[in-house]
């Protein structure tokens, strides 16, 4: 999703360094394929792209013993999607 909490699309594949990745680390850069996000359409380079973390997984994810950075961004995560929910309703 984008930085407004909207879905882009489906993460289809990760390499780091030219190597497939299963994760990535907190300062790595990605390369993404990406089913459903064009670049110059939805997407710019350089855009910072975030996970979509369904509801019933926060809990679960803030049990795990985060960093305190992990922990803030799961919670920016948990903003982003509550207010694009919001923007659909009204």
Do not use: H
Request: net charge negative; with cysteine; aromatic share 4%.
């Amino acid at each position: 999703m984008d930085e407004k909490g909207r879905k882009i699309g489906r993460v289809e594949g990760l390499q780091c360094n030219g190597k497939d990745a299963l994760e990535g680390k907190e300062g790595e850069e990605l390369a993404l394929s990406l089913d459903g996000g064009v670049v110059g359409r939805n997407i710019k380079e350089g855009d910072v792209l975030f996970t979509f973390i369904p509801e019933n997984n926060f809990e679960k994810l803030g049990s795990l013993g985060l960093s305190a950075g992990e922990s803030a961004l799961l919670e920016e995560i948990r903003k982003m999607e509550e207010k694009e929910a919001e923007e659909v309703v009204e």
